[in-house]
């Protein structure tokens, strides 16, 4: 992470004239429409999560509420250690949900969220170097499989298999895991066509990009996207580094080499690293002091 760091101060001393030049910010309309689409995608992320932490509680949950403990969380994870924010989300929920629902509400959100990042990394790649409609098709595929595995309990019966291989203390976690509800269909389809949108959304952001900075037009964005959102995946397993600095952006420039120069390559990152705690600020400030109703928060048991 230090290494990473460091480097990136280097380049920007180095080159900081010229890429203030090359990414002059042409259209103040189109950044702005950047930070509304990555607001709509952080928004659609909150029923994801919502569905399930109320299958694996069994308690309703109102959707402020499951906003408010998202965002909060979320900025939490840019602390060195990525647990402080499932930390945050079993103090805050203590006196309403086991530890162990939310714990693998978490787990399930963030495995989803890479297995969905490597997805559209994979669709935008093949519809690049093969072919969209080929793309089309193994992207439908893999949300197929995806939503199947949601509703089969994958990852609980995965956890209930390699038990033996855990720590006593996470013994329980997992066979509370194996034997959590399942989704329905429904809802495992839902949550699999949440997630697409999302990414529609993100497909956005990088699709206005060159028109925030047109030095970005005489490249392939979509090649640009695909390589960020495997940095970010990257990023993501260094569970120690705070939002994976460093290590994200490390992933970045590898991936990313053959289509821009090493100093736009940083500048690029720095900023979608910027844009994207921006828009987490932003969805923080939203509802970090929502206080919904008792009656609204904790509901009722729920037959999900």
């Known amino acids: ?23 002059a910010i ?51 994870r840019h602390l060195p250690g990525r647990f402080w924010g499932v930390m945050y989300l079993v103090n805050e929920t203590h006196d309403r949900f086991k530890a162990a629902s939310m714990v693998r509400a978490n787990v399930d959100f963030m495995l989803y ?28 595929a893999g949300t197929s499989l995806l939503a199947w595995t949601l509703r089969m309990n994958l990852v609980g019966r995965l956890a209930a298999r390699f038990s033996r291989l ?18 329905g269909w429904p809802v495992a389809i839902t949550v699999s066509s949440l997630f697409v949108a999302v990414w529609l959304c993100y497909l956005s952001v990088w699709w206005a990009l060159p028109e925030v900075f047109p030095v970005l037009r005489d490249v392939n964005i979509w090649l640009l996207c695909a390589s960020y959102s495997l940095a970010w995946v990257i990023g ?18 590898a991936l990313a080499a053959p289509l821009m120069s090493l100093p736009e390559l940083t500048y690029l990152a720095v ?29 009722n048991t729920n037959a999900a």
């Not at 992470?1 to 990414?23: K, P, S, Y």
């Not at 939203?286 to 928060?297: L, R």
């Open 1 to 23: 992470m230090a290494t990473g760091v460091v480097w990136i101060i280097v380049i920007f001393a180095r080159e900081f004239a010229n890429l203030r030049t090359d990414f």
């Open 236 to 253: 993501y397993l260094a569970m120690i580094t705070p939002g994976g600095l460093g290590i994200r952006e490390a992933g970045f420039f």
């Open 113 to 140: 969220s890479m297995a969905f990042n490597l997805l559209m990394a994979a669709f935008l790649l093949l519809a690049v170097t093969v072919d969209a409609k080929f793309a089309l098709l193994a992207a439908g």
């Open 271 to 299: 900023f979608v690293r910027v844009w994207q705690i921006l828009v987490e600020s932003l969805m923080f400030l939203a509802f970090a002091f929502v206080k919904p109703a008792d009656t609204a928060e904790s509901g």
């Open 166 to 183: 855990l720590p006593a203390r996470l013994r329980q976690f997992a066979s509370e895991s194996a034997t959590a509800p399942q989704l």
């Open 26 to 76: 042409e259209s103040p309309t189109w950044l702005g429409y950047t930070l509304a689409a990555g607001c709509v995608a952080l928004l659609l992320t909150v029923p994801i999560f919502r569905a399930m932490l109320e299958t694996h509680s069994g308690q309703d949950v109102s959707p402020a509420y499951a906003a408010r403990l998202l965002f909060v969380a979320q900025i939490l």
